[in-house]
């Protein structure tokens, strides 16, 4: 991480200001992540394998294991094709904190943590359709390939990626 990037904690252990801080901010990239109400953002943090958030809540990600009690169709999609894995669901960084590093220490936190776990791969997934160009290349800097398409339900349509757990980000 850059210097002047915030430190992370497990979400979980922030209290509701906090909380409803990372909400918003989920919701304000709705468009990439999905919207949440409150309740289901709670129950996501409840089921997540790990929830980490910059202390100044300028930035969320959540990630399942294949044993998650989660039913997004992405995670079940993974489920479906490898015994053990750590799905990133979502990853969000404030606008104002962009280009700090967040992101990156935040994909090497459970990229340590899955290769510490016996874990053998991290997926995740990227819009294709409303594209996300800046996602695209982020993944593909830290080694993610595409290994299947599909589109949801809600029509749209999404790109999985996934790389070993245990090599280290570029």
């Given at each position: ?6 430190g992370f904690r497990d979400a979980r252990s ?157």
């Amino acid at each position: 991480m850059t210097v002047g990037a915030p430190g992370f904690r497990d979400a979980r252990s922030l209290g509701n200001g906090g909380l409803e801080a990372l909400l918003a901010l989920n919701n304000a990239h709705a468009t990439e992540l999905s919207h949440l109400a409150l309740a289901r953002f709670r129950a996501l943090l409840d089921a997540a394998w790990l929830a980490l958030a910059a202390e100044d809540c300028s930035a969320l990600l959540l990630a399942f294991d294949q044993g998650a009690v989660y039913d997004s169709p992405n995670s079940l999609w993974f489920r479906e094709r490898w015994p053990r894995f750590a799905y990133v669901d979502r990853v969000v960084v404030a606008p104002e904190s962009r280009g700090r590093g967040i992101a990156r220490a935040l994909y090497a936190a459970v990229l340590a943590r899955a290769a510490a776990g016996g874990l053998e791969r991290v997926c995740c997934e990227v819009n294709l359709d409303p594209p996300n160009p800046a996602s695209d290349a982020f993944h593909a800097t830290l080694g993610f390939a595409e290994v299947g398409r599909t589109t949801l339900p809600s029509g749209k349509a999404v790109r999985y990626l996934k790389r070993p757990a245990a090599a280290q980000p570029r």
